[in-house]
């Protein structure tokens, strides 16, 4: 079977060039033409036409297929991708005063089942590579034309459910031959796999974490995100205190303001108890409507209200910039739209 170029990093592309008894600057050579978006490998004039020739046997370059792109006023761009399996993906561009960030799946569907996402409706399709997440962010420069220099791991699926093959991706975002990215500008958001967050603070402390916690109590949460049976509100909030306390940078929890479920004063103040003292932030996000669930967002007034609790607390809160409202299709909704 041929190979995904895209998918290796530095260690296994200068094996692989090691096995063509290639010297190791060509492994160097490929990661740079993929980082500009090389879509042949033909057009990787610096390696010799023999080497190209033989590649070509046994690589090849996964492309993905823009199927649709909604442009909303502000510049935000969602995209439906397909995946060469059949499958798709979603992803979106945004733009903002320090550069362009790229929101990214990671896996086609997802088997977390949160009661308010449209990602888990249809369960799992499969797990993304480590190219297929690479590829998003290229096929999003190719139709857009500029740079991305900011990546959140926020699209369909769970990453921490793809652990390799999302620090696969993380080690390609960041090699310097290759894309060179700063590990700050990563963000990646998980529903609160603690083993694999305790691991990935090993592996990538510089990488921003965001937790998805949409709730102040166990009671609450475990109503409306299966994970939470598994890990419990508390382990979560003292695995987020250690993650703080041993980086030094602070974790994002988000929070989906769910109208009459987990947007009142009440909640907000339970929340603002259980975060005080942490290195955190909150980012509100007024649940977007998903048309197979009965839950709704809340009003503007009210996630104002709900910010202010929380920042009479000393906790910082912010309500999510409604970037390309009118295209507003929520996690996982264009994917289910097209099937
Ligand atoms: N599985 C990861 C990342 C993917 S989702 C996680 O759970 O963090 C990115 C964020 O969007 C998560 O916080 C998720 O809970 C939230 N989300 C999903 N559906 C939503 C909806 N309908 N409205 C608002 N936020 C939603």
């Known amino acids: 079977m041929k190979e995904d170029l895209r998918s290796m990093d530095l260690k296994a592309l200068s094996?692989?060039?090691?096995?063509?008894?290639?010297?190791?600057?060509r492994a160097e050579q490929i990661l740079g033409w993929i980082a500009k978006g090389a879509r042949e490998i033909d057009e990787m004039?610096?390696?010799?036409?023999?080497?190209?020739?033989?590649?070509?046997?046994t690589a090849y370059l996964?492309?993905?297929?823009?199927?649709?792109?909604?442009?909303?006023?502000?510049?935000?761009?969602?995209?439906?991708?397909?995946?060469?399996?059949?499958?798709?993906?979603?992803?979106?561009?945004?733009?903002?005063?320090?550069?362009?960030?790229?929101?990214?799946?990671s896996q086609a569907g997802c088997r977390m089942g949160c009661a308010?996402?449209?990602?888990?409706?249809?369960?799992?399709?499969?797990?993304?590579?480590?190219?297929?997440?690479?590829e998003q962010i290229l096929c999003m420069e190719r139709d857009t034309g500029e740079p991305v220099s900011h990546v959140v791991v926020m699209g369909s699926g769970e990453p921490f459910d793809n652990y390799e093959n999302l620090c696969r991706f993380l080690t390609l975002l960041h090699e310097p031959k290759g894309r060179n990215m700063s590990l700050r500008n990563i963000t990646v958001s998980t529903c609160g796999l603690i083993p694999r967050m305790e691991q990935f603070r090993e592996d990538f402390p510089q990488v921003n974490l965001a937790v998805s916690l949409h709730a102040p109590n166990q009671k609450l949460r475990r109503e409306i995100m299966p994970v939470a049976k598994s890990y419990g509100f508390d382990v979560l909030l003292d695995a987020c205190r250690a993650h703080?306390?041993?980086?030094?940078?602070?974790?994002?929890?988000?929070?989906?303001l769910i109208a009459g479920f987990n947007d009142q004063p009440e909640h907000a103040r339970e929340l603002a108890q259980k975060l005080s003292g942490m290195l955190c932030h909150v980012n509100l996000i007024p649940l977007n409507r998903v048309r197979e669930s009965r839950l709704s967002g809340t009003t503007r007034e009210e996630a104002?209200?709900?910010q202010k609790i929380l920042e009479e607390r000393g906790i910082p809160a912010t309500i999510r910039r409604e970037l390309g409202a009118e295209i507003d299709a929520a996690c996982g909704q264009l994917r289910l739209g097209a099937q």
């Open 244 to 256: 703080a306390r041993e980086t030094g940078r602070r974790v994002t929890f988000e929070y989906a």
């Open 304 to 306: 104002l209200a709900f």
């Open 62 to 105: 996964e492309e993905l297929r823009v199927l649709t792109v909604q442009r909303a006023a502000d510049g935000t761009r969602k995209y439906l991708l397909g995946l060469p399996d059949g499958n798709a993906i979603e992803c979106v561009f945004m733009k903002y005063k320090y550069g362009n960030s790229a929101c990214v799946s």
């Open 15 to 25: 094996g692989y060039m090691a096995a063509l008894g290639q010297p190791r600057f």
């Open 116 to 134: 308010f996402c449209a990602s888990t409706l249809r369960g799992l399709a499969r797990s993304l590579t480590a190219g297929e997440m690479l």
């Open 45 to 57: 004039r610096n390696l010799p036409k023999q080497l190209r020739e033989r590649l070509q046997e």
